[in-house]
């Protein structure tokens, strides 16, 4: 089975004949870092089904939406989460200790955390490590996660990827139906971001869940540390400032979030940074 298919939200026209050749000419194009690939995974290998994705975008230029995550919740309760990634980076995971990860997974009702990857054999590492959600004293939130990423790693991603898969001839019907039915129910929204008039180097998302529409000034502080917490991850990070906001409230199944985002000053030392709120023992 082949599947392809032009990935760039509106960036690129649907007749493009120069694309078109592209898809005939290779039989893959796109890393396995892509974040049109990722969620993927288990369809490709397994021909297990995937529930319905929408894909967070955020518009840097006016007319330009970006991809920068993918959502989904699992027939086990649980919120799945792709986070960009640079394109390029190798997704095999060496050993037990996670050092790029594939997804964030939300499980309920712990609200327990954790990332996963995967080896060369392509079998889940989960790690050793875990989180829970932060519930704040004094509003009706709870923290999931921080992302931070380069604005020109939005730029740089694949716009257009292509694999061929093998399957099993008796399941070869039921697998494309299944890819079919992905493609017909992915759904994209756009998240707002504050009017900066100068130019910035990444944006900073918040991802909290919520149990009502939530308005910017009933968001915690911790969202921009306002004290030197930052100074590991960003150079030239300000600290005392407060920084313009935009939240974007979100439903998904039975549940509820938001989406907190930031153009702060400074430069950001990594490509793609993940935060979680607290750490908990597994043993």
């Known amino acids: 089975m082949s599947l392809h298919g032009f990935m760039s939200i509106d960036n690129i026209s649907h007749g493009n004949d120069d694309v078109a050749r592209l898809f005939c000419e290779h039989n893959n194009i796109g890393y396995d870092s892509s974040l049109w690939l990722r969620p993927l995974r288990q369809l490709f290998k397994d021909g297990k089904p995937i529930g319905q994705v929408v894909t967070l975008t955020v518009s840097p230029m006016e007319q330009l939406k970006l991809p920068f995550g993918m959502l989904t919740q699992t027939e086990k309760n649980r919120l799945i989460f792709w986070p960009i990634l640079p394109s390029g980076m190798n997704m095999i995971c060496d050993g037990e200790t996670i050092d790029v990860l594939d997804h964030i997974t939300l499980e309920f009702p712990s609200e327990k955390i954790h990332m996963t990857a995967y080896d060369a054999n392509g079998q889940p590492i989960h790690g050793a490590r875990a989180w829970r959600t932060h519930h704040f004293s004094d509003c009706d939130l709870s923290l999931w996660f921080t992302l931070l990423i380069r604005v020109s790693i939005l730029h740089q991603q694949d716009m257009a990827v292509q694999r061929r898969v093998k399957m099993p001839t008796k399941d070869k019907g039921r697998r494309t139906n299944e890819f079919i039915r992905y493609v017909h129910k992915l759904c994209i929204t756009n998240i707002s971001l504050p009017t900066i008039g100068a130019e910035y180097d990444y944006i900073y998302f918040g991802f909290y869940l919520a149990p009502d529409s939530i308005k910017t000034d009933q968001l915690p502080p911790s969202i921009l540390p306002a004290d030197s917490s930052m100074d590991s991850q960003i150079a030239g990070w300000p600290i005392g400032n407060k920084f ?23 430069k950001l030392l990594s490509d793609v940074a993940v935060g979680f709120p607290r750490r908990i023992n597994l043993q």
């Open 244 to 266: 313009q906001i935009s939240v974007s409230r979100l439903t998904f199944g039975q549940r509820t979030f938001c989406v907190a985002a930031a153009c702060p000053p400074g």
